[in-house]
């Protein structure tokens, strides 16, 4: 699993706008995955791709300090912030930094693996979700929210479209690789899931109205995206003359001080059940 928003490497002062402006965006997403757990009456969790643990720490709150969450995430920064969050808020909540996909989970840990836009990214996936089936309790649920595909959210590559005649050198987002569109396939997700001896798995499309504030629009162009990347490099003419090119094309998602957009995202479900899956490849006697 690789860093999602290069947060890493974000300048000083940018990390906590990032942090800020991607928990509004995507509030509704985490409160789907916080609603699809909160449910189960026994459930020893884990967040794939926490990030600063929002979700993670929404349902360990739901869950009333009675069962185990843990957060995972590859980014320092980001479990840094999630420890704290958890700290100050007297969250009973766990975060690990590490790749899920080779990170040496207790076998049969967990009774629920969730991720909210945190398993695209991924270099090998069928591998990571080998290893996170191995850490699955039997009966275990898995539940994930993932990107569909570059064409069903054009707010998200809005920006690379404006700049075009600026950059035509800028690499176009790809699917079926590591990336924030990985998962646009859903033919793709099933073998994937799968080859990693996940079983039931139900991919159903869902559209999430998101949004932010008007006024924070720019900073997101030139902080955000492969765009928002090649603007850090920029000095502040090219920055200029980028950003009023740009910027227009973001006019129809503008609702007085709103920006408002669809997430067109995957709704991934799937189980561990040896017997279902002794069943499928006729092993049952």
Known sequence: MTSKRHFGTAPPGALGWKLRICSTNYSRPSKICVEAIAANSRCRLLDVGCGTGSTTLAIARRLEAKDCCIGIDISGPMIAAARTRAERDGTPATFICANAQIHAFEPAQFDAIISRFGVMFFTNPVQAFANLRR????????R??????????????EAERAAAPLFPMLPARRSNVP????????????????????????????DVACSMPEKELTRYLTQLGPVGMVLQEADNETRTRIIETIRPAFDPYIYGTEVRFSAACWMISARVSSAFAETKNGLST
């Open 135 to 142: 850490s699955a309790s039997e009966g275990a649920e898995l």
């Open 144 to 157: 994930l929210i993932a990107w569909r595909s570059a064409e069903e959210n054009p707010f998200m590559t």
């Open 179 to 206: 990336g924030q569109f990985a998962f646009a396939n859903q033919h793709r997700v099933y073998s994937i899931l799968e080859q990693s001896n996940w079983t039931e798995v139900a991919i159903r499309p869902i």
